[in-house]
C-alpha cells in the first residue's frame, strides 16, 4: 500500500468515524425533544400546558373513578327540545352562564339510561335527552362567557370541565381552563367571525368528554343576513352507551362505533313528532356536528337547498350538505307543497341510529291520503309514460299553481357577498 492510498484510508475512516458521532447526537437529541417532558427541564413549560394527555387517551383511567352504574336510578323525563332557534340574549354584551351537568337520561326510546356529560345554557338545560342548548349572537357582539362546573348538587358535577368554542380567538390555555366541581372561569370575546361554530369540554381526554356528551352549537349570525320565515337549528351529536344508566362506553368512542346518532339530543324524536312549518315560507335550517367522529351529509328528502352557507363557503342549489366533526353551516329552502320531508343524515347507516326528523306543513297528506301507485299500460316493465287516467303526469298535480320563492339571482348574489 502506497503512502498516499494509506493516507486516504485514514481520512476515510476519520469521515465515518464524524458521521457517526453526528448521527448519535442527532439522534440524542430528537429523543429528548420528543420525550414526555420528564427528561428535559425545557420541556416542562409547553407539557404542563398542553399535556398529549388532553388529545390522547392516556389519562381515560379516570373514566373508571366516581359515577358507579346504578340500573334503578332515577332518569330524566323526556322534554322534546324546541329546534326554532332562539334570539341572541339581550344587553349590549351578550352573557352567557355555562352550567355543566352529569345527569342520567335516555337518547334513545329503544336503549337503557345513559349518564350524559353536557352544558347548560343560562339556566336551560336540555331536560331528559342528551343535548346542550345553542348559543346565539351576531358578528361583531361583545361575548362573556361565565363557566361554573356543576352550580349545584343536583348537576351532579363529580369531573373537572372547560368550555372551549371554536368562535373565540382567545389564549386557550387561559380561557379554556379546566376547572374543578364547584369552581368558576369567566372570559370574554369579540364574535368577529360568522359561523356556526361548535363549543365543547377541552378536558383530558378530550375524546372522553365530548364523547359523554360535552359539545354543542354556537352560532355567529353573519352581518346583513336576510330575514326568513323560519329559522331552525340541529346539532348531530353521537351517543356511546355502556351499562344501564353508566357512563359512556370509552371503548366505544375510540372505535368510533356509536350506538345512536341523533339531532338535538334524542333518537328520531322529530320524526315521532315531525316539526310544524307552513307551506311556502323561506326557511333556514342551521347545522352543526358536534362528531365526535363521524361526518354527516344533511339531506331534506323531496326538497333542494337554493342556498347554503357552510364553514365560510356560500353556494346556491344543493341537495346535501357535507360536515365534518366541529363543521358547521345553513341551509335555506322553501316547501311549495303539503307534505312530511323528513331530513337525515345521508350516511344510511347512520341516519338509522337516529339521525333522521322531519318537516311536517299543516295539510300534509297521510300515507292513505296519497294516490296509489297504478298499473302500467301493458302490465309489464317500460310501458310508456307514466300518466295517469286524467292524463297528469304522476305527481305533476298542481304544479302550476306552485311559486318556487326564487327570488332574482342578482338579488341572491348581492345577499350572499352581504353575508360573507
Ligand atoms: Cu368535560
Not at 370509552?250 to 320524526?271: H, T
Not at 350516511?347 to 292513505?368: C, H, K, Q, W, Y
Not at 296509489?372 to 302550476?400: F, I, L, R, S, V
Request: glycine share 10%; with cysteine; net charge negative.
Amino acid at each position: 500500500m502506497s503512502n498516499i492510498e494509506k493516507s486516504l484510508r485514514l481520512w476515510r475512516m476519520v469521515a465515518l468515524a464524524a458521521i457517526v458521532i453526528a448521527a448519535v447526537a442527532l439522534a440524542v437529541s430528537v429523543t429528548v425533544a420528543l420525550g414526555d417532558g420528564e427528561d428535559g427541564a425545557d420541556d416542562s413549560v409547553a407539557t404542563e400546558q398542553y399535556p398529549p394527555e388532553k388529545f390522547l387517551m392516556k389519562g381515560a383511567a379516570h373514566a373508571e373513578a366516581a359515577h358507579k352504574p346504578n340500573p334503578n336510578a332515577k332518569v330524566e323525563s323526556y322534554v322534546r327540545p324546541d329546534p326554532t332557534l332562539p334570539a341572541p340574549p339581550p344587553g349590549k354584551i351578550k352573557r352567557f352562564t355555562i352550567d355543566t351537568a352529569e345527569r342520567i337520561t335516555r337518547v334513545s326510546d329503544e336503549k337503557p339510561g345513559l349518564r350524559v356529560w353536557s352544558f347548560g345554557v343560562n339556566g336551560k338545560h336540555l331536560t331528559g335527552t342528551g343535548g346542550s342548548p345553542p348559543i346565539v349572537v351576531d358578528q361583531g357582539d361583545a361575548v362573556e362567557i361565565t363557566l361554573k362546573n356543576g352550580s349545584g348538587e343536583s348537576m351532579q358535577v363529580h369531573f373537572p370541565h372547560s368550555f372551549d368554542t371554536h368562535a373565540a380567538e382567545v389564549s386557550p390555555q387561559a380561557a379554556y381552563k379546566s376547572i374543578e366541581p364547584g369552581e368558576q372561569l369567566r372570559f370574554s370575546f369579540k364574535a368577529n367571525h360568522p359561523g356556526v361554530f361548535m363549543y365543547h369540554c377541552g378536558t383530558k381526554p378530550v375524546l372522553r368528554h365530548v364523547g359523554a356528551g360535552m359539545a354543542g352549537t354556537m352560532i355567529v349570525r353573519p352581518r346583513g343576513l336576510p330575514k326568513v320565515d323560519r329559522e331552525l337549528w340541529f346539532t348531530q351529536q353521537e351517543f356511546y352507551l355502556d351499562k344501564p344508566n353508566g357512563d359512556a362506553s370509552v371503548d366505544k368512542m375510540v372505535a368510533k362505533k356509536p350506538d345512536v346518532i341523533a339531532f338535538n339530543g334524542f333518537a328520531s324524536q322529530y320524526l315521532k313528532r315531525p316539526i310544524d312549518v307552513r307551506r311556502g315560507e323561506r326557511i333556514r335550517i342551521w347545522v352543526l356536528n358536534a362528531g365526535p367522529s363521524l361526518p354527516t351529509y344533511f339531506h331534506v328528502i323531496g326538497s333542494v337547498f337554493d342556498r347554503v352557507w357552510s364553514e365560510g363557503d356560500a353556494r346556491r342549489q344543493a341537495q346535501t350538505i357535507s360536515l365534518g366533526p366541529s363543521e358547521g353551516g345553513y341551509v335555506e329552502l322553501t316547501l311549495n307543497r303539503e307534505g312530511t320531508y323528513p331530513f337525515v343524515t345521508h350516511a344510511f347507516g347512520d341516519m338509522v341510529r337516529g339521525a333522521i326528523g322531519a318537516l311536517r306543513t299543516p295539510n300534509a297528506p297521510t300515507e292513505s291520503q296519497t294516490p296509489p301507485a297504478t298499473k302500467m299500460p301493458g302490465g309489464g316493465m317500460g310501458g310508456g309514460d307514466h300518466m295517469d287516467e286524467h292524463g297528469d303526469m304522476d305527481g305533476m298535480d298542481g304544479m302550476e299553481d306552485m311559486d318556487h320563492g326564487d327570488r332574482p339571482m342578482d338579488k341572491q348574489d348581492k345577499e350572499m357577498d352581504t353575508a360573507r
